[in-house]
């Protein structure tokens, strides 16, 4: 009765129009009054409390980076080194794409900013090479996800907070399931265009490749600083955000000299704005986190999934389910908030290492990303590349399968995930 009472609240609020956050502390007031323990005091220091963590300070200092990365020319000369070593291939810019998402992936950590500076980079080029129009943003849109599955990356550190999971363990093991990602978009796209007669650019010079490397290396530096500091433990994830902003700033204004004093205060502002919705929506979830546990919601679901619990990899595939159907119709960040709290002592009590659920969900949120009928991605795709949503949908299907197959994976064989976890020291 608590847990229906629970979702209806929070579902009917959301179809009403109402903000996720505002749904998530209308949901919390609804469980307050059905255990009769409301209290505005409790509420809002409950609000104060879920935002007032040290890893949830890498917010605000990541976006930084990535949104000076978009604008310092970070971005620009990912692209050209690129299409220095791949350009030339059949469907050469659709590699390009592909190989840019993974870098950028590792630079900004935001789905939406990588999608958006994809398209407006990359499209133009692909159109005027005669490139499909719904392939092509299809696979750039396809190429964005794979940020918040590789770090440094916002969900990911919302996701270790929301479910006290290690953030520097959901860094490294984010890892290897974000270059299969990317080499499930080779081998796609290597099929899709298999007989397509597209424009073959000529192959780069060494010395063209040299000075793309040489003019890009500043960029390459920002993802190793990131996770060798990390990984050797100089750093905490935090701490790291804090050497990406710093390190971004510098390099864009000091070294590649494209960004100016007038253009960085706007940067900060843009991040700061953004901070400040994301920290109103994790406040909120915290205080829906403390009521779930209060009412033992947690329980009531286990209950539900009742034998399910003996059997993990039934249960992920069943949770996959859920959280794909909840993607279609949920951004990312707040699916996180909402469910985790309420699925991760069930995947805990079935034995399932929590930072492979958490990677889990995150890879499967993310495909919910450009599905419709929200798609936050496929909306920018869509508006940045002036495309209209059913030709992009259309586009973006052999890409989703290709996602799906390798989550059918890595739900049948988790060790695709754990090993390299173990390997890489997580």
């Not at 990317?182 to 290597?190: N, P, R, V, Y």
Request: charged residues 10%.
């Amino acid at each position: 009765m608590t847990l229906a009472l629970f979702l209806g609240v929070l579902i009917g609020a959301i179809l009403l129009g109402l903000p996720v956050a505002f749904a998530l502390l209308l949901s919390s007031l609804a469980l307050m009054l059905q255990l009769d323990t409301f209290s505005v005091d409790i509420m809002a220091q409950s609000l104060i409390n879920g935002i007032d963590s040290f890893p949830l300070l890498a917010i605000p200092f990541f976006l930084v980076a990535g949104e000076v990365m978009a604008v310092g020319g970070l971005s620009k000369r990912i692209v050209r080194l690129a299409t220095s070593l791949l350009g030339h291939r059949k469907g050469g810019l659709g590699y390009v794409a592909i190989f840019t998402s993974v870098l950028l992936a590792g630079l900004s950590g935001s789905a939406v900013a990588d999608a958006a500076a994809l398209v407006s980079i990359l499209y133009p080029m692909m159109k005027q090479s005669g490139y499909p129009e719904g392939r092509s943003l299809g696979l750039l849109a396809a190429g964005g996800i794979i940020a918040p599955v590789i770090p440094p990356s916002l969900p990911l550190i919302v996701l270790g907070v929301a479910g006290n999971i290690s953030i520097a363990k959901l860094f490294i093991g984010g890892i290897i399931p974000g270059l299969m990602m990317g080499g499930a978009l080779m081998i796609t796209w290597s099929i899709v265009t298999r007989k397509e007669e597209l424009a073959v650019a000529p192959r780069a010079s060494a010395a063209e490749r040299w000075a793309a490397l040489r003019d890009g290396v500043w960029a390459l530096i920002m993802p190793i600083l990131i996770i060798g500091g990390i990984r050797s433990g100089i750093v905490t994830p935090t701490e790291a955000a804090v050497v990406a902003a710093v390190y971004a700033i510098i390099v864009s204004m000091l070294i590649y000299r494209e960004m100016t004093w007038k253009m960085l205060f706007h940067t900060l502002i843009s991040a700061g704005r953004s901070t400040a919705m994301v920290m109103f929506l994790v406040g909120s979830a915290m205080v829906a986190a403390w009521l779930i546990t209060i009412a033992q919601l947690p329980q009531q679901l286990a209950v539900a999934l009742g034998g399910l619990v003996e059997s993990p990899r039934l249960l992920m595939l069943v949770i996959m389910i859920i959280v794909f159907l909840v993607g279609m119709v949920m951004d990312l960040v707040p699916s996180v908030l909402i469910l985790v709290p309420l699925m991760l002592p069930v995947v805990k009590l079935a034995g399932i290492d929590p930072v492979y659920f958490g990677l889990m969900f995150i890879i499967n949120s993310c495909i919910g990303l450009i599905t419709p009928p929200v798609g936050s991605v496929l909306n920018v795709v869509c508006g940045v590349g002036k495309a209209p949503v059913s030709k992009v949908v259309r586009g973006t299907l052999p890409f989703v399968t290709a996602y799906l197959i390798l989550l059918g994976l890595f739900v049948i064989f988790p060790e695709l995930i754990t090993v390299p976890l173990r390997v890489l020291g997580g």
